[in-house]
């Protein structure tokens, strides 16, 4: 079971696929619950609350607002007779209000820092690489982190290893020399919680020794990983060196939200320490990253806090044909989007300009009348 927002044309007809409609219909709008065959029990009684039900070979489509999917699951529930439909309906309703008001920054529990609520949060990215696709040997991470606090962010994220696509690993040695001093320093120097972005046990061990309180996973994978701290466990598929061959999917959102439910899953970690990352540019083209950016607030029924990180990445140069460096407003444009439709962190390099949109973006998201 899941939730499908319907914002056109080729929405409607992936919707109608992932149920097995024979005539697909090109119309539907709002959002739809798919059922499928474990949940097909209560496609009778959301028909009967007033929710239209379409039926096809593999499942159904309950179509509706956010609200009105809620309130239909919450009205047939006490009648299913089966605690697997009543379960069902329960699993719908949080579904529904997850989307609905979609977990903040501040739901992200860090082992010391408690993080700031009522708007979008900014992660700060420092490169303690030579061959980020950015700004790799650009500058002394140490001075770069400093800056960047100053600037406003509320998490200063380092990495000591390249995740560009191609980029080859190093050993955790090499990637510890990279980062451990930048950390020991910072957390003498700064107040703002300090993020390790690696996917190595050992390199993650010494980073929170060291006084990181976050680990932030490409790889989505964290078994092997310290307890004492809080993670970002990202959607990829394969390596760096091998993850754009990977990018095909048959329901991009689909995919997306099993896959990250199943690391969520397999995570020994309370839930309440884990925020989320769709992973745009790992194992995505420039055109999955668009429309995950696009229907982003799908996977805010996850009920977790979600990482978006699209800053200076390829797919904002393949629409404004600017180099990396060069994609500062295509980035904080961007950022902006992700906010809207549900981010509650935005991992980017322009921190003093994203802080800058964000205030109006946030402003307007939250306005009332």
Same mark, same amino acid.
């Given at each position: ?36 065959? !474990? ?17 096809? %070979?593999?499942? /159904? ?17 006490? /009648?299913?007779?089966? !605690? ?28 010391? +820092? ?25 500058? *002394? ?7 960047? %606090? ?46 390790? *972005? ?22 989505? *994978? ?5 307890? *004492? %701290? ?14 754009? +061959? ?96 549900? %981010? ?26």
């Amino acid at each position: 079971m899941r939730l499908i927002e319907l914002q056109n044309e080729s929405d409607s007809l992936q919707a109608c696929a992932a149920i097995g409609r024979g005539v697909p219909d090109t119309n539907l709008r709002g959002w739809g619950a798919i059922l499928l065959p !474990e949940a097909l029990t209560l496609a009778e009684g959301l028909r009967q609350s007033g929710l239209t039900v379409l039926q096809g %070979a593999k499942g /159904a489509l309950a179509l509706g607002s956010i609200a009105q999917i809620w309130s239909a699951a919450r009205s047939i529930e006490p /009648a299913l007779e089966r !605690e697997q439909s009543r379960n069902a309906a329960q699993l719908l309703m949080n579904l529904a209000a997850n989307v609905e008001s979609p977990k903040p920054g501040s739901a992200w529990r860090l082992p010391r +820092s408690r993080l700031p609520g009522g708007r979008t949060l900014i992660m700060g990215i420092v490169n303690a690489t030579p061959d980020s696709f950015s700004d790799g040997g650009a500058y *002394d991470p140490l001075e770069h982190a400093l800056r960047l %606090a100053e600037e406003g962010a509320d998490i200063i994220d380092i990495g000591g290893e390249s995740t560009r696509p191609g980029a080859q690993a190093i050993s955790p040695e090499d990637e510890r020399t990279r980062t451990e001093p930048a950390i020991k320093a910072l957390v003498r120097q700064i107040r703002i919680p300090i993020s390790i *972005d690696t996917t190595k046990p050992q390199v993650a061990k010494a980073a929170v020794d060291a006084g990181a309180e976050i680990v932030n996973i490409v790889s989505g *994978d964290a078994t092997g990983m310290p307890r *004492d %701290a809080a993670y970002c466990l990202m959607h990829m598929r394969g390596t760096p060196s091998d993850m754009q +061959s990977r990018a095909v999917y048959q329901d991009l959102h689909g995919e997306v939200l099993a896959e990250l439910q199943a690391r969520l899953e397999k995570a020994d970690i309370p839930q309440e320490r884990i925020a989320l990352d769709p992973g745009l540019g790992f194992a995505k083209t420039a055109e999955h990253n668009v429309l995950l950016l696009r229907r982003l607030r799908e996977l805010t029924q996850l009920g977790r806090p979600l990482l978006v990180g699209p800053s200076r990445k390829s797919f904002i140069g393949k629409l404004t044909a600017r180099k990396a460096p060069q994609r500062v407003i295509g980035s904080v444009a961007a950022a902006a989007v992700a906010a809207v439709n549900g %981010a509650a962190i935005v991992r980017v390099h322009d921190v003093k300009a994203t802080r800058e949109a964000l205030q109006v973006a946030d402003a307007i998201r939250t306005s009332s009348a």
